[in-house]
């Protein structure tokens, strides 16, 4: 049965009754920006963008950090992490409708077709936004991916966030690196309480996350708790840089008091709080049993995909993919010895094979580190046939926090800083080695870095600011899988017959998330999450252990996990569509170039770049 919808201010009431700054208003918060002038008082439609993009960062500092472009008048960003409580995010809401409108009302006419995508994408990315901060409660992506219902869960909020981002991006090259992240130590409380604030709403609102997924973040929270009472890795972080940098200070006698006294009692009420939830939670973990859930997965939907296709469309292409990858699948198993049985049974008994199983432990954890770096080397090798223009992709590969894993997908990965000094990272996640077999991580090294998010993200660094903020979930993961695709071309495979069945299996996965998701949170379809894991395990072949993880994640993520499939069928559609009109004239290499300097952007803003490609000859 779905729960009632209790909240006053609905999302109806919101749509017909005012405008989002009014809504600002009502809560508390800032409604004014700098950068307020008419869009027709800018000499240029880039000098708007521009404007544009530092309203957006100065209510999202830590995109600055990671972008590498809080330097200079911008470098107070570096102090900041942004307000995460209602206040906060209705200012935001407020920028972006004020923001929308300018980007709107300027005169496009005469602009070239690189601005003239710009603005499409900066009004497919606010509009798009705008919907979600109509939505009563959770978080919203504004250009991003992940768009969440819990505000705080097993893959959500800050204790997971706000740790790694001070690791791994904020800079500690001198003093005052150094005292901006005890600054931004300073700002965590609030950022906590901020959430705290809105879970507590949520809660009041009768949205309650699944009890399984607060089965994972109660003891995660725990963990994050018994660190800070020590200082744990926030403190650790930053002595370890001062001291590798010469600094000069006592900065665990700052930082220390910050997180023990100050972080560590927030995050005593946040668990207190998950505890609480724990106590009135059930287990279903589809969105149609949340207060207003329809409306909120109908918009996630939306968001992920850059479409309006429906979760029962969604449902039937992701069974058709299927069942065309499984058809490629059967001879390859069938050549190597396995002959009965669905393809599912028969990848499950290949996952037994020892042939293709790291070794335990840290031996092991070493083994895949090593593998996956000979499988980078690898693929930068073969760009030049597939691009006409390479770029020199800075990555690294890190191991998740240890903290992280038990929540954690088996690996992830994205850009760099815009200005290089922050490599792209592909993390992968190490809790045991049985997640990883041979045959799949070399398509996993493809999605994740070489030709992947990071190789992708070196080019949307190069366009406007605006455009390196903004990302689209089936661009982004579309490419990602388009990779794996073009790894596969390019003969990552070719004397492997069993990486390539590991990439056709990635890649049958990718359309069981389209079932999955979909069966999970439709209100026509209200699978349990043991009915969707088990389609994996019989479908696809896939391990228990590694499932369970991403089944949670579509339940805390809703959407999310429907953008990749979507995202690569439409490259690969439009690829179709430029050989058919360039006949002899196509080259895979011009068309590459075309779609990664197009920048990310939302699928039918993608088919206007392969057109305007198509057109140049």
């Known amino acids: 049965m779905t729960k009632a919808l209790p909240f006053a201010?609905?999302?109806?009431?919101?749509?017909?009754?005012?405008?989002?700054?009014?809504?600002?208003?009502?809560?508390?918060?800032?409604?004014?920006?700098?950068?307020?002038?008419?869009?027709a008082s800018f000499a240029t439609g880039e000098a708007l963008l521009d404007d544009i993009a530092w309203n957006l960062l100065n209510k999202e500092p830590t995109r600055a950090t990671s972008l590498g472009v809080?330097?200079?008048?911008?470098?107070?960003?570096?102090?900041?992490?942004?307000?995460?409580?209602?206040?906060?995010?209705?200012?935001?809401?407020?920028?972006?409708?004020?923001d929308l409108a300018r980007a709107r009302a300027y005169p496009k006419e005469t602009l070239d077709a690189s601005t003239r995508t710009s603005f499409e994408v900066v009004e497919s990315a606010y509009s798009t936004a705008?919907?979600?901060?109509?939505?009563?409660?959770?978080?919203?992506?504004?250009?991003?991916?992940?768009n969440a219902p819990y505000v705080v869960i097993q893959n959500v909020g800050a204790y997971i966030d706000l740790p790694r981002f001070m690791d791994s991006d904020h800079p500690?090259?001198?003093?005052?690196?150094?005292?901006?992240?005890?600054?931004?130590?300073?700002?965590?409380?609030?950022?906590?309480?901020?959430?705290?604030?809105?879970?507590?709403?949520?809660?009041?609102?009768?949205?309650?996350?699944?009890?399984?997924?607060?089965?994972?973040?109660?003891?995660?929270?725990?963990?994050?708790?018994?660190?800070?009472?020590?200082?744990?890795?926030?403190?650790?972080?930053?002595?370890r840089r001062t001291t590798q940098e010469g600094i000069a200070g006592d900065w665990s006698a700052r930082a220390t008091p910050i997180v023990t006294q100050q972080i560590a009692p927030m995050l005593e009420r946040q668990l207190a709080e998950l505890r609480t939830e724990r106590g009135v939670?059930?287990?279903?973990?589809?969105?149609?049993?949340?207060?207003?859930?329809?409306?909120?997965?109908?918009?996630?939907?939306?968001?992920?995909?850059?479409?309006?296709?429906?979760?029962?469309?969604?449902?039937?292409?992701g069974l058709d993919t299927l069942r065309d990858i499984h058809a490629r699948m059967d001879p390859i198993l069938r050549d190597i010895g396995y002959t009965s049985g669905s393809v599912g049974s028969r990848m499950t008994e290949l996952s037994t094979d020892q042939r293709f199983k790291f070794a335990e432990g840290d031996p092991g954890r070493a083994e895949i580190m090593a593998f996956i770096q000979d499988r980078i080397a690898w693929i930068r090798e073969q760009m030049p046939r597939a691009f006409r223009r390479t770029v020199d992709a800075n990555l690294e590969v890190r191991r998740l926090p240890v903290s992280e894993e038990p929540g954690a997908p088996t690996a992830y990965g994205g850009a760099g800083s815009k200005d290089g000094t922050i490599p792209g990272k592909m993390w992968i996640n190490l809790r045991t080695t049985d997640l990883h077999r041979k045959y799949d991580v070399p398509t996993l090294v493809h999605h994740e870095t070489i030709p992947g998010h990071v190789w992708e993200g070196e080019y949307s660094n190069q366009l406007p600011l605006i455009r390196s903020i903004l990302a689209f979930n089936a661009f982004s993961e579309g490419w990602a899988l388009y990779a794996e695709q073009l790894a596969d071309e390019l003969g990552a495979y070719s004397d492997n017959p069993a990486w390539r069945l590991g990439y056709l299996q990635d890649?049958?996965?990718?359309?069981?998330?389209?079932?999955?998701?979909?069966?999970?949170?439709?209100?026509?379809?209200?699978?349990?999450?043991?009915q969707a894991i088990r389609f994996f395990m019989e479908e696809n072949g896939n391990k228990r252990e590694q499932?369970?993880?991403?089944?949670?994640?579509?339940?805390?993520?809703?959407?999310?996990?429907?953008?990749?499939?979507?995202?690569?069928?439409?490259?690969?559609?439009?690829?179709?569509?430029?050989?058919?009109?360039?006949?002899?004239?196509?080259?895979?290499?011009?068309f590459d170039q075309a779609v990664v300097e197009g920048g990310n952007a939302p699928l039918d803003v993608l088919a206007k770049n392969v057109t305007r490609y198509i057109e140049r000859g």
């Open 547 to 590: 499932i369970e993880s991403e089944v949670d994640r579509y339940c805390s993520w809703p959407g999310q996990a429907c953008g990749y499939m979507v995202g690569k069928l439409e490259i690969l559609r439009q690829r179709e569509r430029a050989m058919a009109a360039l006949g002899d004239a196509y080259d895979l290499r011009d």
């Open 9 to 39: 201010l609905s999302r109806r009431a919101l749509l017909a009754g005012g405008s989002v700054a009014t809504v600002a208003t009502m809560l508390g918060g800032c409604a004014t920006t700098a950068g307020s002038r008419p869009a």
């Open 281 to 317: 939670a059930d287990n279903d973990p589809g969105m149609w049993s949340q207060p207003g859930g329809n409306d909120w997965y109908d918009w996630a939907l939306k968001a992920s995909t850059t479409t309006s296709l429906s979760a029962n469309e969604i449902h039937q292409l």
């Open 172 to 239: 500690v090259k001198d003093a005052a690196d150094a005292d901006a992240y005890i600054a931004r130590l300073e700002e965590i409380p609030g950022v906590l309480e901020g959430e705290l604030t809105r879970i507590r709403a949520a809660r009041a609102m009768g949205v309650v996350p699944p009890a399984f997924l607060l089965d994972k973040a109660i003891p995660q929270m725990e963990s994050s708790l018994e660190d800070a009472r020590s200082g744990g890795s926030l403190v650790e972080s930053l002595v």
């Open 70 to 98: 809080d330097t200079g008048e911008h470098a107070y960003l570096r102090s900041e992490l942004g307000v995460a409580g209602p206040d906060g995010r209705a200012a935001l809401a407020a920028t972006l409708e004020r």
């Open 507 to 530: 890649a049958a996965f990718r359309a069981c998330r389209l079932v999955v998701d979909t069966g999970l949170h439709s209100p026509d379809k209200r699978w349990s999450r043991e």
């Open 130 to 146: 705008l919907e979600g901060f109509a939505q009563p409660y959770g978080d919203v992506a504004v250009g991003g991916w992940r």
